[in-house]
């Protein structure tokens, strides 16, 4: 009799959802492949595609944000918050090899469950409330100094309509040969400008040169190393990943750039 009762608490959806906000993401997305029952409340649940990143919440003034930590264990050094009162956090910069930290490069079977087109993390949101657009600032060692390049991703002035997701960051990162991430030497991702005081005067800089303020929750600031080129790991993963994209027959999607600006020294 107890364990009927039990059985028919679950059974309403309400207290089912209430119980199932409770657990965290990983746990929920791995609910789903065990009861059809939890698929249903799971997938039916505004308040739960909430909680894991699939839909939207309402970007209010009080709201605060945050970023999608499952994403930021998959992906950590996108995600990296800078504190600048820790020492070791004072430059900012990543150097090189990027992509070698990603969970998916770990083991080839997790790679293989990663690259699949209907991956959950594909549609996750990076952050809520969503964000719509991404910056990109780049340095360029040049005959009579630095070249200074600034755009925004997507071209589309309204951004990315229902937020970014990180399958389009991921696939901006990796395709996008006017972007590319991964010949760079130096990479900072900046969130929300809390970043170390020289990541702000990079941020300040470019915004002094420009006329206007850096305004995007993310900004992707990368900085050739005057040693000239090489083959880093980095390109060596993109190639990989590219390849791998092309047998299994998927079409990444590429959004342009807007907000285009530049200053050269001479």
């Not at 941020?203 to 190393?225: E, F, P």
Request: charged residues 25%.
């Amino acid at each position: 009799m107890a364990f009927s009762s039990t059985h028919a608490v679950f059974e309403i959806p309400e207290i089912r959802e209430m119980i199932l906000l409770k657990v965290d993401m990983r746990t929920l997305l791995c609910m789903q492949r065990t009861c059809r029952s939890w698929l249903r409340t799971i997938k039916e649940s505004l308040a739960i595609q909430k909680a894991l990143f699939f839909t939207p919440i309402e970007n209010t003034p009080d709201q605060e944000k945050a970023q999608n930590l499952l994403l930021a264990e998959a992906f950590p050094p996108l995600f990296q918050v800078i504190n600048p009162l820790i020492p070791e956090d004072a430059f900012g910069y990543v150097y090189d090899n990027t992509f070698t930290t990603f969970d998916m490069l770990k083991d080839p079977s997790i790679g293989a469950a990663y690259l699949r087109p209907e991956a959950s993390w594909r549609r996750m949101l990076v952050q809520q409330p969503p964000v719509r657009d991404f910056a990109v600032i780049m340095n360029t060692t040049g005959g009579y100094g630095y070249n200074h390049e600034y755009f925004k991703v997507p071209e589309d002035p309204r951004g990315f309509t229902d937020g970014l997701r990180m399958g389009d960051f991921f696939e901006a990162l990796m395709f996008d040969d006017d972007l590319d991430y991964a010949i760079f030497r130096l990479k900072r991702v900046t969130w929300w400008k809390r970043t170390s005081q020289h990541g702000l005067s990079v941020l300040n800089q470019m915004g002094q040169l420009m006329g206007k303020t850096v305004d995007s929750d993310i900004v992707l600031t990368l900085r050739a190393h005057p040693g000239g080129s090489h083959d880093s790991e980095d390109q060596k993963i993109r190639d990989a990943i590219r390849a791998a994209y092309q047998v299994l027959g998927i079409q990444p999607r590429l959004f342009g750039k807007a907000d285009q600006w530049s200053h050269f020294p001479w």
